[in-house]
């Protein structure tokens, strides 16, 4: 059992940056794919970027290439999505997903607006 906290939305103006946490607990997280996604207001809920263990390999939306950093810190049990020149389209309700095999965990979510 995985349980997912995610925190560091907000209001950011265009350009401007926000890191978004994703705290894990209740197993050992490391082992776990992760997953950042979000889902604008009427549109479905979109892969942004992947870590994959053990590695860290990462994988990103071309929409946010360049843009997006997604990184793990295991000693914290947390991934991090670092998120630069933000466009008001990055606007959405930004989730975090834990995999591995055929468990899955998402956290509640953590709105982005970017808005001038």
């Known amino acids: 059992q995985v349980q997912l906290v995610e925190s560091g939305g907000g209001l950011v103006q265009p350009g401007g940056s926000l890191r978004l946490s994703c705290a894990a607990s209740?197993?050992?997280?490391?082992?776990?794919?992760a997953n950042w996604y979000r889902q604008a207001p009427g549109k479905e809920r979109e892969l942004v970027a992947t870590i994959v263990p053990p590695g860290g390999s990462t994988n990103y939306a071309d929409s946010v290439k360049g843009r997006f950093t997604i990184s793990r810190d295991v000693g914290k049990n947390t991934v991090y999505l670092q998120m630069n020149n933000l466009k008001p389209t990055d606007t959405g309700v930004y989730y975090c997903?834990?995999?591995?095999?055929?468990?899955?965990?998402w956290g509640q979510g953590t709105q982005v607006t970017v808005s001038s």
């Open positions: 209740g197993s050992i997280f490391r082992i776990y794919t």
């Open positions: 997903k834990a995999s591995l095999l055929r468990q899955a965990y």
